[in-house]
Structures are given as structure tokens and as C-alpha cells.
């Protein structure tokens, strides 16, 4: 079955940097958008950052634009998030999920389930 593990989250200090890791299993990615979503406390979980698997186009929403990089191994089945010049409106828990189609299904699709996610918390 597809499966979802994210990792490489953690706590870090304003400004600090920490990259993170989604492994993937049961399907080969290179077809798939990979998508990364961010729930902070009380708050809707809410796109990121998405890669495509067409032709490697990203997506970054503005908050993460400019800080955030989205990248792809295909031959490790992972997808990453490097995050830099981190606040405290970056903690949550962070989340991947892909779909074979574009960013913008990925971005907007309601999936069933999700993995476990990885907690970042930016705090002094």
C-alpha cells in the first residue's frame, strides 16, 4: 500500500534551518506530484510546497517562498523540504502526500489518510 514517513523534524531557534524528509513506498514516484502540508496549532493543515513529477515545476506558498526549497530523489522514492530562516509561524506538524497528477490536484485533494508527520517547532 502507499505509505507516508516523514522525518527530519525537531525544535530549532528563529533563524535556524532544518530539512525534512518524506519516504515513500508502494509506487514509484517519478509520476507523482509530491506535496508537503504544514497544520499549525488551531489552524487548517495548508499546502506548502509541492514537486511536480512531470517535469520537477515547484510550488511554494508565500510564506515559504524564498526560504523553503522542495526537492526530489526519485531513485530513493523521497522527497524533501529544506526549511531556512525559520519563525514560529513555521511550527506545526508537517505532512507529505502525492497523487499521480499536478500540484494543483495534490494541493487541493482531500486525502484519506495521512502519515505521521513530523513535528517542527521554531521557538528561543
Known amino acids: 500500500q502507499v505509505q507516508f514517513v516523514e522525518s527530519g523534524g525537531g525544535l530549532v531557534q528563529p533563524g535556524g534551518s532544518l530539512r525534512l524528509a518524506c519516504a515513500t513506498s508502494?509506487?514509484?514516484?517519478?509520476?507523482?506530484?509530491i506535496g508537503w502540508f504544514r497544520q499549525a496549532p488551531g489552524k487548517e493543515r495548508e499546502g506548502v510546497s509541492c514537486i511536480s513529477g512531470h517535469d520537477g515545476s515547484t510550488y511554494y506558498t508565500d510564506s515559504a517562498k524564498g526560504r523553503f526549497t522542495i526537492s526530489r530523489d526519485n531513485a530513493k522514492n523521497t522527497a524533501y523540504l529544506q526549511m531556512n530562516s525559520l519563525t514560529s509561524e513555521d511550527t506545526g506538524v508537517y505532512y507529505c502526500?502525492?497523487?499521480?497528477?499536478?500540484?494543483?490536484?495534490?494541493?487541493?485533494?482531500?486525502?484519506?489518510?495521512w502519515g505521521q508527520g513530523t513535528q517542527v517547532t521554531v521557538s528561543s
Open positions: 508502494g509506487f514509484t514516484i517519478d509520476y507523482y506530484a
Open positions: 502526500a502525492a497523487a499521480p497528477a499536478d500540484c494543483d490536484y495534490v494541493l487541493n485533494a482531500r486525502f484519506g489518510s
